[in-house]
């Protein structure tokens, strides 16, 4: 679990008191939206009271971000907590996870006592998925991340549906985690969710591009309801909080936040990955969303990453992923100021 989700800048802190940009954690940097600490004030009182068990209001909003029926919603305290659910609920014994990736799918197979396996990504991190498909074999579960984390890399809907379809003949099931896919220019028009197959199971969070990863909440969109019922079944009852009710039913709804957001990632991935490759000694992944990969070419990600605390700045070291070697780093994306000031350090540090 160490530093997958930017904990560190509180160790760091702890232990020797430096203070950091976080560049490992990618959280969208406009910050909390107004409107939801508007609501949080004017909703004060209700968090007197128990959640609706079956949240009912907040999957009507999350719904209808989604353009599905409440049916199709199920919420839970954090993306993390909808896997762990998941892979408790789904029938199966092996799961095969597309690599590299988060390294929580591995973790939420093994907790549910699944037998896991790794399918590689080409060298240029495209998916290959003929080969994909020839490699699978007794995998009951295909599990994705899409836009992948820590690649950037996004597969479109014709590919997605190639899997999906030949999955769902051999009846086995594709999860896909779209936790970053609101940072990729016209989403709506290319989430998963949009094929309507039963198999595939997508997972989503609040977490990332509403900058809310200290209220915890994720949810799954599905079409099979055998598994939303299981997950209901076994999930612990208001497990999503008040707090986060009301960031659910109110940032969902904040189209000024979401344009501005869209607005600010669609120019400044493309800035700083050009800025990026003007770097000397690394190599640059091109990125559709808020984080890029690198490759240090002259250096390894664990004594890089000591270089660039003591500058001031906390990168992802990515080489405990698997696929990756000890070169990876990963970058997050933040507002210009700061991405500049990463720039100086990197230049500095990679002399």
Same mark, same amino acid.
């Given at each position: 679990? &160490?530093?997958?989700? #930017?904990?560190?800048?509180?160790?760091l802190k702890r232990e020797k008191g430096v203070e950091v940009l976080d560049y490992s954690s990618n959280i969208n940097p406009l910050g909390v939206p107004e409107s939801f600490k508007k609501a949080v004030i004017e909703n004060f009182e209700s968090l007197e009271k128990y959640p609706d068990i079956d949240y009912i209001e907040l999957?009507?909003?999350?719904? !209808?971000?989604? #353009?599905?029926?409440?049916?199709?919603?199920?919420?839970?305290?954090?993306? =993390? +907590?909808?896997?762990?659910?998941?892979m408790k609920a789904v029938k199966a014994k092996k799961v095969l996870i597309i690599a590299p990736t988060f390294a929580e799918y591995e973790?939420?197979? !093994?907790?549910?006592? *699944? &037998?896991? !396996? @790794? @399918?590689?990504?080409? *060298?240029?991190?495209?998916?290959?998925? /003929?080969? %994909?498909?020839?490699?699978?074999?007794? +995998?009951?579960?295909?599990?994705?991340? /899409?836009?992948?984390?820590?690649?950037?890399?996004?597969q479109e809907l014709e590919k997605i549906e190639k899997i999906a379809d030949f999955l769902e003949k051999r009846d086995k099931k594709l999860f896909i985690d779209e936790a970053f896919i609101e940072f990729i220019d016209n989403w709506k028009t290319r989430t998963a969710f949009l094929l309507k197959h039963k198999n595939i199971f997508i997972l989503r969070a609040l977490t990332k591009f509403f900058a809310l990863p200290g209220v915890r909440l994720g949810y799954g969109l599905t079409y099979d309801k055998d598994i939303l019922d299981k997950i209901k079944d076994i999930r612990e009852p208001w497990s999503v909080n008040g707090v986060a +009710?009301?960031?659910?039913? =109110?940032?969902?709804?904040?189209? %000024?936040?979401?344009?501005? =957001?869209? /607005?600010?990632?669609?120019?400044?991935?493309?800035?700083?990955?050009?800025?990026l490759c003007?770097?000397?000694?690394?190599?640059? =992944?091109?990125?559709?969303? /808020?984080?890029?990969?690198? !490759?240090?070419?002259?250096?390894?990600?664990?004594?890089?990453?000591?270089?660039?605390?003591?500058?001031?700045?906390?990168?992802?070291?990515?080489?405990?992923?698997? @696929?990756?070697?000890?070169?990876?780093?990963?970058?997050?994306?933040?507002? *210009?100021?700061?991405? +500049?000031?990463? %720039?100086?350090?990197?230049? *500095?540090?990679?002399?």
């Open positions: 679990m &160490d530093d997958l989700h #930017g904990g560190n800048i509180y160790r999957r009507d909003a999350i719904g !209808k971000y989604n #353009g599905c029926s409440i049916e199709n919603v199920v919420v839970g305290n954090g993306a =993390t +907590e909808v896997l762990f659910l998941y973790r939420a197979a !093994k907790a549910a006592g *699944r &037998d896991v !396996k @790794f @399918f590689p990504l080409s *060298r240029d991190f495209s998916l290959n998925e /003929n080969m %994909l498909m020839e490699f699978i074999t007794d +995998e009951d579960v295909v599990v994705m991340c /899409n836009p992948n984390n820590p690649t950037g890399k996004f +009710e009301i960031a659910g039913k =109110t940032m969902l709804l904040d189209t %000024l936040y979401i344009h501005k =957001t869209e /607005n600010w990632i669609k120019k400044e991935k493309v800035w700083f990955y050009e800025e003007e770097v000397e000694n690394i190599e640059v =992944t091109p990125t559709e969303t /808020n984080f890029i990969l690198v !490759k240090l070419l002259n250096d390894n990600a664990k004594s890089f990453r000591k270089k660039m605390i003591e500058n001031g700045v906390l990168v992802r070291d990515a080489s405990n992923m698997v @696929f990756l070697d000890e070169s990876y780093i990963r970058l997050a994306i933040k507002d *210009r100021k700061r991405n +500049e000031q990463v %720039l100086d350090v990197l230049k *500095r540090v990679l002399k």
